[in-house]
């Protein structure tokens, strides 16, 4: 569909989000108000309140089926508009819980307050993901609750804890979650003011590796040059899981090419924040370690706290090891990889013991077929340029389950965050100006869809 096809259908929609944000973004604000950390079981009546007022905006919107569902886990809502005859249905996903915050001492606001500074707004989930929540309920709200295709809401309650009932859930609502497509607003964009589909996901898997050398604790100048102690030796257990350069070093992981987008290193230090004079890991284009590469990350060390250190030998210590997955990896198949090397590679014969984590699969979502250039047209009409297809490095699980739900079904991943949105971190925010762009673009999708009814 070409632009100028397009253009009388923006040109109406964007008028009218113009008239609908103000209270949209209210609306964001009183979600990003309710602290749904759902890793936190201290939070559990919160993560319900944020499912409940989901319920409450769905409702609000028109939707006649709104329902609060769970399988044992964080309560999901699910929203059913029927589709008017011969047109398709288009489930939209999004998920109403957030990361913890860290050290509130360190926000610029408060967290649980959305503030709005310099065309940004501010608040933990404003970006990760109550705004894809905010973009549904905008594109509904264009529509006066009666929107041109039949349209499921699925708002997810346990996605930043592992999505553990996701598939459960999935399931038991089978009939009710089919859809001809879905639309999963939880990635990011490529740059401000560029649009992206998100095509590649890595996985992640996980495990705890303990090392003991010793059966109890000794004093480091009696035996210390003799006997190993615990700390040192997972240490040096832990450096060979990559090469001198930073590449991953475990044996029988999957990479891959990448896209091959050019991400300046200007542009990558600004992002990430890497320390002047601090190397990159390994070598090759960035967005292939980025996205499809492998990556190990230690995130969990306990050993003696340097406040209380003694001169004393440690019998034990251990550390939990993260592991992305390039897209295309078995995940079981990668924790037998990481598993194998952490044992294999124990220093100094000590006794190595590995506790295997949760495994997440790497996804695809190709951008083909009918409704794919149909999410194309709209986005580039809305946005004013042609979106890029980009991967992510982190994981998206539900893209996988969505595809075995209902494998002829088209995934769309697209954005609500941009590469300084600082999602799970400190002063996570939304730019506010992407975001219009996001709420036009699902409402000419389903504008768009609605005009090409079988």
Request: hydrophobic content about 45%.
């Amino acid at each position: 569909m070409t632009d100028a096809v397009l253009a009388p259908t923006r040109d109406a929609l964007a008028a009218r989000l113009d008239e609908l944000l103000p209270g949209v973004l209210d609306d964001l604000a009183r979600l990003v108000a309710i602290p749904s950390v759902s890793v936190d079981p201290g939070h559990a009546q919160d993560v319900r309140a944020s499912a409940e007022t989901v319920a409450a905006l769905l409702t609000d919107a028109g939707c006649p089926d709104v329902r609060i569902v769970e399988a044992g886990g964080g309560p999901a809502v699910l929203g059913r508009y029927p589709a008017p005859q011969g047109a398709p249905t288009i489930c939209l996903y999004a998920h109403h819980d957030v990361q913890p915050t860290g050290d509130v001492s360190q926000w610029t606001s408060a967290p649980f307050t959305a503030t709005e500074r310099d065309g940004r707004l501010y608040g933990r989930g404003t970006s990760d993901d109550k705004a894809g929540i905010a973009v549904h309920l905008a594109a509904l709200r264009a529509f006066d609750g009666r929107p041109p295709v039949g349209v499921t809401l699925f708002v997810e309650g346990e996605e930043e804890a592992g999505s553990r009932t996701l598939r459960t859930l999935l399931e038991q609502h089978r009939e009710e979650l089919t859809a001809d497509a879905y639309v999963i607003a939880d990635s990011g964009n490529w740059a401000v003011g560029v649009p992206a589909f998100t095509t590649t996901l890595r996985g992640v898997l996980d495990c705890t590796v303990t090392v003991r050398t010793l059966d109890h604790a000794l004093h480091s100048g009696q035996y210390g040059g003799v006997a190993p102690d615990a700390l040192t030796t997972l240490c040096r257990l832990l450096a060979t899981l990559h090469d001198d350069a930073g590449n991953v070093a475990v044996d029988g992981l999957v990479s891959r090419p990448g896209p091959g987008l050019d991400y300046p290193a200007d542009r990558l230090a600004e992002e990430s924040g890497v320390l002047p004079g601090v190397a990159y890991l390994g070598d090759g284009p960035v967005t292939d370690r980025l996205w499809t590469r492998p990556a190990v990350s230690v995130i969990g060390l306990d050993a003696t706290p340097v406040d209380s250190a003694s001169n004393t030998l440690a019998p034990s210590a251990r550390a939990k090891v993260s592991l992305r997955l390039a897209p295309g990896q078995d995940p079981a198949a990668a924790m037998d990889a990481l598993v194998g090397h952490l044992e294999a590679h124990a220093p100094w014969g000590a006794r190595v013991e590995v506790v295997r984590g949760e495994m997440g699969a790497p996804g695809e979502a190709p951008l083909v077929g009918p409704y794919a250039d149909a999410a194309v047209a709209a986005f580039t009409a809305a946005w004013g340029i042609e979106p890029v297809t980009i991967g992510q490095g982190g994981s998206i699980p539900m893209v996988a389950d969505f595809q075995q739900l209902v494998p002829e079904a088209t995934v769309l991943v697209t954005a609500v965050e941009d590469p300084d949105c600082r999602a799970h971190g400190i002063d996570e925010s939304l730019h506010l100006g992407d975001f219009r762009h996001a709420c036009l673009s699902e409402a000419l999708l389903l504008a768009t869809l609605g005009a090409t009814r079988h």
